[in-house]
């Protein structure tokens, strides 16, 4: 496959971070509920997974009468998100090698992810791989998910490019799906935490499975 440039999205695809929301709806059910075994029904666990930030937390409040404010959710949540990118989050094996390789072979990158921006860049700064990219944007930035264009559109923007020049990297179906619709060729990344791994990987040019090391896509991506 050859591209110009590569857009990444963080959580899933690059570190190891998913597994937060179980963290969280655990934390959520003691602190609000009285139930530290909550979960929401499966449907809205994947919904709100490509939702920005804040619109998520307001979704959870109101889908399940959780007797706090919109903005107390949110306030426990950044608190709660923080405190695990800093403490527990670590790259994905392979991650590190196929950055360099991509900046090696002059593959102009951007970071697109659906997490609130201070968020974003408290996670890249903790794993030094600010470095690697040109742009950081955030969905909560432009005020639209993954399951609409914006993001990839302004990334395209930011590296210069067109659709066809550049690969997308995600672990949900539901943004690669979005990226192909609009030309882009499209890398899907297995990650245990995450819904559809069927949809995905049909969506997907190349699909790295579970086990797999992202480093193994270094042979299969070249300089346009």
């Known amino acids: 496959m050859q591209i110009k440039g590569a857009i990444f999205d963080m959580d899933g695809t690059l570190v190891n971070s998913l597994m937060w929301w179980d963290v969280f709806w655990s934390n959520l059910g003691k602190k609000y509920l009285n139930n530290p075994h909550f979960k929401p029904s499966e449907e809205d666990d994947r919904k709100v997974r490509t939702m920005i930030f804040s619109d998520c937390m307001e979704y959870i409040q109101k889908t399940y009468c959780i007797p706090a404010t919109p903005q107390e959710i949110l306030d426990f949540a950044h608190e709660d998100i923080e405190r695990f990118y800093v403490e527990d989050v670590k790259c994905k094996e392979g991650a590190i ?84 619709k609009i030309g882009c060729k499209t890398v899907g990344i297995f990650d245990k935490y995450n819904f559809g791994q069927d949809k995905l990987k049909n969506a997907s040019i190349y699909y790295v499975s579970e086990g797999e090391s992202l480093a193994t896509l270094c042979s299969k991506v070249e300089k346009a």
């Open 97 to 180: 090698e196929l950055l360099e390789d991509l900046k090696s072979k002059g593959i102009k990158l951007c970071l697109a992810s659906a997490t609130r921006r201070d968020h974003v860049m408290l996670c890249l700064n903790n794993l030094d791989l600010t470095k690697y990219f040109e742009a950081v944007l955030s969905c909560a930035d432009i005020g639209k998910g993954k399951d609409k264009p914006d993001i990839y559109l302004l990334a395209l923007e930011k590296l210069g490019l067109k659709t066809e020049e550049v690969c997308v990297f995600e672990d949900s179906y539901v943004a690669l799906e979005t990226s192909k």
